[in-house]
């Protein structure tokens, strides 16, 4: 991602900082840095000015940064406001957006289910999937300039197994993730023990997976998109 950056600005904005590690990055290319989060980061680093935000409503003026990155957030977003939060990242940046979103994510593997509501949740609270093209939907003002991929992989399952591992109660899951429910917040806590027939159902979608494999093209795990905003037409 560092690859991507520009040179020569001023001032960037980490929204979704978590414990600063990009942030700290961001500080030795630019002199002003601010690290956003739901809660204010605690970022030992006298270069960083650490701010409690929301994406969906940045307590910012209009194009307040030369740079805006924004970094596994958008995929935790709900659908019903991610436009929105991609508005605002918009909004407050000058010049250039620097987003990093799971790419082409098979939002179906891993998933679990939730003991409290009985809803299959997606894994680690990802509702959203993204390719280069829906990305660009999302930033209407601004071209892109800058693309990179990270790792490369093949999950991806089909409807069959789905339906099979929902009823065996998702055991693939990550039951110990810190990210609730998205449907009602609820922890997660492990599944109980599989009986015989929900044994016998996750042994059938896998073998169907691992058939389905055979089939499939690797791709990134990863997208980084530089983007910069367009020039008003003369």
Known sequence: ?????PCNLDSALDV?????????????????VTALDLEEP???DERIRCLKGDVTGLNFP??????????EVLEHIPSRTLVRACGELSRVAREYLLIGVPYKQDLRVGRLTCHA????????????????NSLKELFPEFEVVGLSFVGEGSAGTNPFSTFLTDL???????YSQEEPCVYCGAKFRSPPDRNLLQKALTKI?????EAQKAFSKRSPNWIHVLFQRRLAPV
């Open 16 to 32: 979704g900082a978590r414990d600063g590690f990009i942030s700290k990055l961001l500080a030795g290319h630019f002199p002003d």
């Open 62 to 71: 209009d194009a307040s940064f030369d740079l805006v990155l924004c970094a």
């Open 1 to 5: 991602m560092t690859r991507l950056l």
């Open 42 to 44: 605690r970022i030992d």
């Open 117 to 132: 509501c009985g809803k299959q949740s997606p894994p680690w609270g990802h509702v959203n999937s993204f390719d280069e």
């Open 205 to 209: 979608a896998f073998y169907v997976n």
């Open 168 to 174: 065996a109660g998702n055991p693939y899951g990550d």
